[in-house]
């Protein structure tokens, strides 16, 4: 009797184990980083330095780590490490990226046009990129809900999410809106009275289901003998406006393309008086105009490092804006919008120590990483090289702000996702290496 | 009357200084001079006399009426140049109506760049600020157009286009006629193109209307050099008439003369084969623009002796193709012997030649080939290396002092001369904007 309870016990332990064993495989690894240069993204750099990364988490950081046994080694003497870049604006892994056909799409959700294979997502990871914010584009006022995404390319798309992220809305302004010619608004007066119309909508609706709520949990009385006898109806659900209550409750961000300073102004108004300050705007050329306006709302301003001219909302685009948003205390993150310029965030990022006075080589780097966790707000977890931090790590042959640095290794919670010895290089190529789904893929 | 006195001995002073006619001078000293051509000089001092350089050495005397710039720890190289853009003819990308690179016809070898060029664009402040000291401005065709016109090679300084031009045609452009298979014809900017109808893409068989494009040109040569003949002989009264005018062969006088090299536009391995061809049926120089592919047949193009100008290093490979495809294509060309310079067709984006110079050189290129293919190499292909592109006594003083490596995104120009002029760095639109929003009183 006893025999059979204790064997029991062990079968059930071994399957535990087992899945146990499989959730760590699918979600997280360990690795143990030595040393390297490490750039960690708080202002600390650790020279000779050691990351020990446990169950995808990073479990130890510093010198004179020892490598726990079966931890798989990365000798990283003479490279540079820093954590995984965040491109806080790509339309990356998306089959569809405007739904312009209404002036609020905010029904849609960006993670119904999910493409897991897009190999852009691997282009980027060869660019130390871990993780994208990829977005509705900006046809319309209310664009879609978002989707964040880790780059574990070759994985199930479900993988790639993170499970304690937020949602977000994309709105746009300005002329990508206004091009349309036959869609209500045709310049940026309309656009405010959408913005503002819907919102108007939005708060009666969320004041019915409150009501309603408050009713189920008999805060208010039922306001018939109806009521009383069969509960209260609850209104009717409209997906827009579910959107929209939940920015209005604070629950889902709000990012919005905007070009041109009083464009961004009015939406910091405008949003002010239902009591929602913008998460962010995008590329927000003009930003430095309204720098303290920006850090009054707490508005994160996400930009191009020097994109600009190629129309005329583009015209006062100034490369100096990440250094004087930083110094008016406007968190800011340089993103790239294109499947090209993803691949180089890193040297965008160091153009900011060009333009202008007062950046910090951290500060260069948070551009990339920290702020635009920060943005995300998952700076709990990714962003800068930290215990408990998740174990993406961008690893460098040189200064990552060096334009003689390339990256070699990318690591997602301790999984190397690229790996330049085992990619397709234009050397090995031309010595008659063929793409092969494995090579591309460079994922164990 | 010692007011009068002083006065008059202040006039009789500065008519003294005119009248011997003292050029301007400036020694930089102490800093690390790279001079492209000749090596590396520590310590060394660089004197500018005029518009040219006068002096370079670490034992060179400082010239008593010299002004001196302290050099140490900074570094001094030679201007860069950006040889195919839009600079000047084209301001906003979006903005038709500052469009003039295109002009409507087939064969524009009439049309002059530096007569529609805008000397006050926006962009000659940031190229300035950039460390890019000279452009050459490029014409180009519309819809099934051959020639384009001449190019202009402009300095970044002067108030005028007299001021601004360094040499005046200084090359052809020509946009090769497709063979068909190869691809798309490579075209840069953007500008307003007459779309050809159905009919007339389905009725022409492209191989046939490229070979009649191209007898019609080597037509145009023959004539051209028939048309010297008839000038030089009624100039020597060998003939009692001057040829009829012709405004079309007078634009090919110095191309047939071998004086100006011809920069044909040409993309896809089958089109540059029948390029090189074409080349040496016509004995004309030339240098590959656009050039998708050149990589392919870089040995082809090293014997035929045709650099060419490398626009694609921010371009996304293929699916199939290395991820690092277009990072590496430039140490390949490199190693193969076909000499090449960077360009960026759009003018917006001219702050990121340095930086295209430099991705190069962490995928293989070496470092020096990296600079010259900004500086040097550009001047030999335009055959103006006798006046530009490195830093050489008797050069024009195109002077760029630096806090650092110039193709460093980090980096930072210090101080520049432009023809022994030394620039206001701060001319620079953006740098304005900077400094005005930073002034903006902090917003209680």
């Known amino acids: ?444 | 009357m010692r007011k009068i006195t002083t006065l008059i001995a202040i006039l009789l002073l500065i008519g003294a200084i005119s009248a011997v006619g003292l050029a301007q001078q400036y020694a930089i000293t102490n800093a690390t001079i790279v001079t492209v051509t000749r090596g590396t000089i520590y310590n060394g001092t660089l004197i500018i006399e005029g518009e040219k350089i006068a002096a370079i050495g670490t034992s060179v005397p400082v010239p008593s009426g010299a002004e001196i710039i302290d050099g140490t720890g900074l570094f001094i190289f030679p201007g860069m140049i950006d040889p195919n853009t839009d600079l000047g003819l084209t301001e906003i990308g979006g903005v038709t109506q500052s469009q003039d690179q295109v002009e409507m016809g087939t064969y524009n070898t009439f049309i002059r760049a530096s007569q529609g060029a805008d000397p006050n664009t926006i962009m000659k402040g940031i190229a300035r600020y950039n460390g890019i000291t000279s452009v050459i401005t490029v014409p180009r065709t519309s819809g099934q157009g051959v020639f384009a016109g001449h190019e202009v090679l402009f300095n970044m300084g002067g108030w005028t286009v007299d001021e601004m031009t360094d040499k005046d045609p200084v090359s052809m452009q020509m946009t090769f006629p497709s063979f068909g298979s190869g691809g798309a014809r490579a075209r840069g900017g953007g500008g307003r193109q007459p779309e050809q109808t159905a009919a007339q893409t389905q009725r022409e068989d492209p191989r046939e209307r490229a070979e009649q494009v191209l007898n019609t040109v080597k037509d145009l040569f023959e004539n051209t050099k028939l048309y010297i003949k008839a000038q030089e002989d009624y100039a020597a009264k060998r003939s009692p008439a001057p040829p009829e005018l012709d405004l079309t062969l007078e634009g090919l006088i110095p191309v047939v003369k071998g004086e100006i090299p011809l920069t044909i536009t040409v993309s896809g391995v089958d089109n540059m084969r029948e390029a090189i061809k074409f080349v040496k049926d016509t004995n004309v120089k030339a240098v590959f623009a656009g050039a998708t592919d050149a990589f392919r047949i870089a040995d082809e193009l090293a014997e035929a002796g045709i650099p060419i100008l490398y626009s694609q290093l921010l371009t996304t490979p293929g699916q199939n193709d290395p991820y690092d495809l277009y990072y590496a294509i430039p140490s390949i060309l490199d190693k193969a012997g076909v000499k090449f310079a960077f360009s960026i067709s759009g003018a917006s984006g001219i702050q990121n030649l340095p930086f295209m110079a430099g991705m190069a050189a962490a995928y293989g290129l070496p470092k020096d080939a990296a600079l010259k293919s900004v500086t040097i190499y550009p001047a030999e292909m335009y055959g103006v290396d006798d006046i530009l592109g490195s830093l050489e006594v008797g050069k024009l003083a195109n002077v760029v002092v630096t806090n650092g490596d110039m193709l460093e995104p980090a980096t930072k120009v210090i101080h520049e001369f432009i023809r022994g002029a030394k620039v206001d760095l701060a001319d620079n639109w953006q740098y304005q904007q900077y400094l005005k929003y930073l002034a903006r009183p902090i917003k209680k």
Request: glycine share 10%.
């Open chain 1, 1 to 444: 009797m006893h025999g059979i309870k204790f064997k029991l016990v062990v079968r059930m332990s071994l399957v535990c184990l087992a899945v146990l064993g499989f959730s760590i495989s699918a979600s997280g690894q360990d690795l143990f980083i030595s040393n390297a240069t490490i750039l960690t993204g708080t202002g600390e750099t650790i020279e000779n330095g050691s990351i020990l990364v446990r169950n995808g988490k990073i479990a130890q950081l510093g010198t004179n780590l020892s490598v726990p046994f079966g931890v798989e080694v990365i000798d990283a003497a003479g490279l540079y490490v820093m954590p995984g870049i965040i491109d806080a604006h790509s339309h990356l892994a998306a089959s569809g990226i405007n739904e312009s056909t209404t002036q609020n799409s905010a029904m849609a959700d960006i993670s119904d046009a999910i493409v897991h294979d897009d190999y852009g997502m691997y282009r980027a990871l060869a660019g130390g990129v871990t993780a994208i914010h990829t977005l509705h584009g900006s046809a319309n006022v209310f664009g879609s809900k978002d989707e964040v995404l880790k780059l574990k390319w070759g994985r199930p798309w479900e993988e790639m999410l993170i499970p304690d992220n937020v949602e977000g809305l994309k709105m746009a302004l300005g002329e990508n809106v206004t091009r349309s010619e036959t869609r209500y608004p045709i310049s940026r007066l309309g656009q405010e009275y959408v913005i503002r119309s819907y919102f108007r909508q939005a708060q009666e609706y969320k004041r019915k289901w409150d009501e309603y709520e408050a009713k189920l949990a008999g805060e208010i009385p039922p306001a018939n003998e109806f009521e009383q006898e069969f509960g209260p109806i609850p209104p009717r659900k409209d997906l827009r406006m579910e959107t929209l209550k939940g920015v209005l409750e604070g629950k889902i961000r709000v990012h919005i393309h905007g070009y041109v300073n009083h464009e961004m102004a009015m939406a910091i108004r405008v949003l002010g008086e239902f009591g929602v300050a913008p998460t962010s705007f995008e590329h927000c050329l003009e930003g430095y105009m309204i720098a303290d306006e920006l850090a009054e709302a707490g508005t994160v301003a996400s930009l191009f490092a020097d994109s600009w001219n190629y129309k005329v909302e583009a015209s006062r685009a100034i490369p100096f804006a990440a250094a004087l948003l930083t110094e008016r205390g406007v968190v800011v993150n340089i993103h790239s919008d294109s499947g090209e310029r993803i691949r180089r965030l890193n040297l965008d990022a160091a153009k900011s120590l060009r333009y202008g006075e007062g950046m910090t080589e951290t500060d260069a780097i948070r551009t990339v990483t920290l702020n635009s966790a920060i943005y995300l707000k998952l700076q709990h977890r990714m962003g800068t090289l930290e215990v408990g931090k998740d174990g993406d790590i961008s690893v460098w042959d040189a200064h990552p702000l060096s334009v003689y640095s390339k990256c070699v290794k990318t690591i997602i919670e301790g999984v190397i996702y690229f790996d330049r010895d085992k990619a397709l290089t234009t050397e090995k190529w031309l010595q008659g290496a063929k793409p092969t789904d494995k090579i591309i893929g460079g994922a164990k």
